[in-house]
């Protein structure tokens, strides 16, 4: 198939707590994977991006991992603070048949004050 | 602000109408991409098109149809709406034909069909 799964759909931690969301997918091929903030009634905004060369990339408090060999990638978010809260997406590039980017269903992060 | 313009913001319609909704993609980019999120629910992929050409479909009704022309500038036309098709649709340009290029994504027309 193509689909991507992202865990967990909702998500609640305290201000300055860590966050993590994760993301797997199927087609073996895929070699990009960016994830996409999505503010309410916004439209979605890059904030970081990771190619299947490397295994990790940060930016500030951001980072993503990358695990090709168990088809997994992760969003780490630390320090977070409220105007984190919005709906995190992940995305991963199938090549397999016709190119398109695979977009998981979301994850609602709600950071408290 | 992403580059990627889209018109109208709002549109709302009855059933069984056309409307057609505008992209204009950021300057330089050739490939532009449709998309339907629907409320509270993922980014469903309709089409895409390059420097002109359709070059990948998902799923996108029949009753739906897209171009791109050579100032490639894209429109997404829905025909016989139904209450259904009320949703956000958003449209994003890259830069190359290759879909490792990083998506920009316009704010969306936000469709309610009465």
């Known amino acids: 198939g193509e689909n991507v799964e992202q865990h967990p759909s909702t998500l609640s931690v305290q201000e300055g707590d860590s966050a993590v969301i994760k993301c797997t997918y199927s087609?073996?091929?895929?070699?990009?994977f960016p994830w996409y903030k999505q503010e309410l009634g916004k439209r979605p905004q890059l904030i970081i991006d990771?190619?299947?060369?490397?295994g990790e990339k940060k930016d500030q408090r951001i980072a993503v991992t990358l695990n090709k060999t168990a088809k997994h990638f992760s969003l780490h978010i630390t320090e977070t603070q409220p105007e984190d809260s919005a709906v995190y997406f992940c995305?991963?590039?199938?090549?397999?048949?016709?190119?398109?980017?695979?977009f998981g269903t979301g994850t609602r992060l709600l950071v408290s004050p | 602000d992403s580059g990627v313009t889209q018109t109208p913001k709002h549109l709302i319609t009855a059933t069984g109408q056309r409307v057609t909704l505008r992209c204009s993609p950021r300057?330089?980019?050739?490939?532009v991409y449709w998309y339907q999120q629907s409320l509270d629910q993922g980014l469903q992929f309709l089409i895409q098109?390059?420097?002109?050409?359709?070059?990948a479909k998902g799923n996108i009704l029949e009753r739906f149809s897209a171009q791109q022309f050579p100032d490639l500038h894209s429109e997404l036309n829905l025909s016989s709406l139904e209450l259904g098709d009320s949703a956000l649709y958003f449209c994003?340009?890259?830069?190359?034909?290759?879909?490792?290029?990083?998506?920009?994504f316009g704010n969306g027309t936000r469709l309610t069909v009465t």
């Open positions: 994003a340009s890259s830069p190359r034909q290759e879909d490792n290029s990083p998506l920009h």
């Open positions: 087609d073996s091929a895929s070699n990009y």
């Open positions: 990771i190619r299947s060369n490397v």
């Open positions: 995305a991963a590039l199938k090549r397999t048949g016709f190119q398109k980017l695979v």
């Open positions: 300057s330089g980019d050739l490939s």
């Open positions: 098109y390059y420097n002109g050409e359709e070059r």
